[in-house]
């Protein structure tokens, strides 16, 4: 069993959470220099590459960018770009521009977000042309809304919204023509983690109730009740970081259940060693040569600390359970 969460202020929490935005951003700007995979638009949110990250952090990111990618794409693919895409606590990810680049635009993309963090999002893409620009061109319409808290254009569109009050998030993504009969996929990376049990499964019903023909893709935590995973909760709490959802990481079945309980018709979840195993190997071959990797076991543990897990259910019957690595 986990070990008993301390008291955490709420407020310090919930800013302590929002700094991990900052930190996978930065592992991201630091990642894609060293071309472990391309991302152009990452530089105009995070201006300096930073400090030295370890290689099994740089492999690590690579794994969850490719992992994410490939189920995001797939589905992109099996529904010919007819569906929207809804990016839960997005930070800074810069996927709306990289599909774009790749003619994988879904009729919509939503992110959502803190308040904060969409605020700080929406100041870089009005003062830097290279990500309002692909913005512009894909919007046709006079009515683009642009204040502090939200961007909405026809293809792209950024609400600041807490994800534990359900009706708020509901309410703001259909004032902005979310549209519940498309095949949505859902995205989170590490986000559900931070909500309590019940919090998370709030927004997975909803998801599963709001969503006839729908895939949700979590990626986070697992494996959480062994030393290594005690060790990562620790390192957490000294930043007044709570994992309040750890109980859901306890293992890959957890994380299905999790999915299974609240209304998805199918689910599964692989741990980051597999999915880097499955990956391309080509490429694979060519990002391990980057760099040189001293202790192999340390990023195995890593890896085995992490999963993705995805559910999906298929009113429409387009094949969504056959998506996978």
Known sequence: ??????????????????????DATICKRFASSKSYWKDPYIQYFVRSVGERKAPEINRGYYARVQGVNHLLDAFLRKTQCDCQVINLGAGLDTTFWRLKDENLMPRKFFEVDFPT????????????????????????????????????????????????????????????????????????????????????????????????????????????????????IENLQRRQCNLAGVEACQSLDTQRERFLKTGWEQSDALDMMTVYSMLRQDDVARIERLEFLDERELLQQLLQHYSICWATKDKLKLGLSQLAF
């Open 117 to 232: 963090v969409v605020a700080r999002k929406i100041h870089n893409i009005k003062t830097k042309p290279p990500l309002s620009k692909p913005l512009i061109e894909t919007h046709s319409t006079d009515s683009l809304l642009l204040d502090a808290h939200s961007l909405d254009s026809d293809r792209y569109c950024i609400i600041g919204a807490d994800l534990r009050d359900i009706s708020n998030l509901d309410e703001k993504l259909k004032k902005f023509q979310l549209n519940p009969e498309l095949p949505t996929l859902l995205l989170s990376e590490c986000v559900l983690v931070y909500m309590t049990p019940s919090q998370s499964s709030n927004v997975v019903h909803w998801a599963a109730e709001t969503f006839p023909t729908a895939m949700f893709v979590n990626y986070e935590q697992v494996n959480m009740s062994d030393r290594f995973g005690q060790v990562m």
């Open 1 to 22: 069993m986990a070990a008993r969460q301390p008291y955490i202020d709420s407020d310090t929490s919930d800013e302590a959470v929002r700094a991990t935005c900052d």
